[in-house]
């Protein structure tokens, strides 16, 4: 066993023992009030905001680059509105979870969104390079990561993509940015257009990620519609529309979460290059970042059902409204992603603003884990005309490919 993952067990025994000691006290207190049927070993929750914080801490210790970290406040809930974030019942101050990184004056400002499931610290790997270039500003999206974590009480498509839109730019208004690029992945992709559909004037350039809901469900693949129709695909349907998360999995797991989440880091990230498979350190520190996102209050997690059916198809497809789009997009893809690059092929048809699309090789869905160098030359290609960089360049770095 490594010697980091030898640390990285004591410390995750320490917080067991210490949680175990934390649940026993509470246990005294309470269980004249009420009791659960599950065994206390199941309900040890092992994270709190802190311990997030500080897990965050820790995987960015790998960045160079130096940086800011604040909370930024966007209130109690959008303006205008009578609801508090959508039925939160807390009148509490909301904040999110902002990252600045030192960059040269006057470069250009690159606005990076995770996806669902992530927390802005999945970038570790790519803001030294990109903050030699750009002024990097990475959020926690509302419910997510190190943001704030309201009550989640959205009961339609419209209302959810509200919440995280309508959050975006209450931030945006709080630190006063315009003209900024907007790079979003997966869900965050998702986020990052229909964003720049409702607030075009203040975003210069939309970066997506191998964004999630470019297109609905009339696109699914016949072995998914013949999956669907089998007992397994109606169960695991159900429990899709009753907001069954992947994140209660691993709550429920208990002290062995942690164990599920290593499972999970060591064979998503990092494998499609040989080059660039995580090394022991950053797999320890990743993982204990995974796990504590993922264990902390649902919040933003819940939205999974209201913007997309079983098979991350969405319900308001970004296709339906690409002619209205009226910021020049690049969508980057890695060789390997799941997420299909010809649904990007078809919004470009419709969209009446300039579009290209970039295939990364030796990427997975997380092709900037999978392969970072690659990522980046997309990005900074992406971006040329905002970089000093030759504005009309047609041959694309080498090694990347064009669809």
Request: with cysteine.
């Amino acid at each position: 066993m490594s010697l980091a993952r030898i640390r990285w067990s004591k410390r995750m025994t320490e917080e067991i023992r210490n949680a175990e000691m934390g649940s026993s006290a509470a246990a005294t207190v309470t269980s004249a009030k009420s009791r659960s049927l599950w065994p206390t070993v199941l309900r040890w929750i092992l994270t709190s905001t802190d311990r997030i914080i500080a897990s965050e801490k820790r995987l960015l210790s790998l960045v160079k680059t130096p940086y800011v970290q604040e909370n930024v406040n966007i209130g109690s809930g959008p303006p205008g509105s009578k609801v508090r974030w959508f039925g939160s019942k807390s009148n509490d101050q909301r904040f999110i979870n902002t990252f600045t990184f030192d960059s040269k004056e006057g470069s250009p400002t690159l606005v990076m969104v995770h996806g669902y499931g992530a927390s802005q610290g999945f970038f570790f790997r790519n803001f030294d390079a990109l903050a030699n270039r750009f002024r990097v500003i990475a959020i926690d999206q509302l419910g997510w990561g190190g943001s704030s974590r309201p009550d989640f009480k959205c009961k339609n498509t419209e209302e959810t993509e509200a919440w995280f839109i309508d959050s975006f730019e209450e931030w945006r208004k709080a630190k006063n940015l315009s003209n900024f690029i907007l790079l979003g992945h997966s869900f965050g992709g998702y986020v990052a257009a229909k964003y720049a559909l409702k607030h075009p004037e203040h975003v210069q350039h939309l970066i997506l990620v191998g964004p999630a809901g470019v297109q609905s469900e009339s696109t699914m693949p016949e072995s998914l519609v013949q999956f669907r129709a089998t007992w397994k695909g109606a169960i695991l349907n159900h429990l899709w529309e009753s907001n069954f998360t992947p994140q209660k999995i691993i709550r429920g797991l208990g002290p062995c979460g942690p164990n599920a989440v290593r499972r999970y880091t060591s064979t998503r990230f990092g494998t499609y290059s040989v080059g660039n498979v995580l090394t022991e350190e950053e797999s320890s520190l990743l993982t204990d970042y995974v796990y504590h996102t993922f264990v902390a209050k649902a919040s933003g997690e819940l939205c999974l059902k209201y913007i997309f059916s079983l098979g991350a198809f969405a319900r308001m497809p970004l296709l339906h409204s690409a002619a209205e789009w009226k910021v020049p997009t690049t969508f980057i893809y890695g060789y390997q992603d799941w997420m299909n690059y010809e649904g990007a092929i078809e919004a470009r048809k419709q969209m009446k603003v300039p579009c290209e699309i970039i295939r990364v090789p030796q990427g997975g869905h997380y092709v900037f884990i999978d392969n970072p160098n690659g990522f980046h030359s997309a990005v900074l290609y992406a971006c040329r005309r905002f970089l000093s960089l030759d504005p009309d360049a047609e041959s694309l770095p080498e090694g990347l490919s064009s669809a």
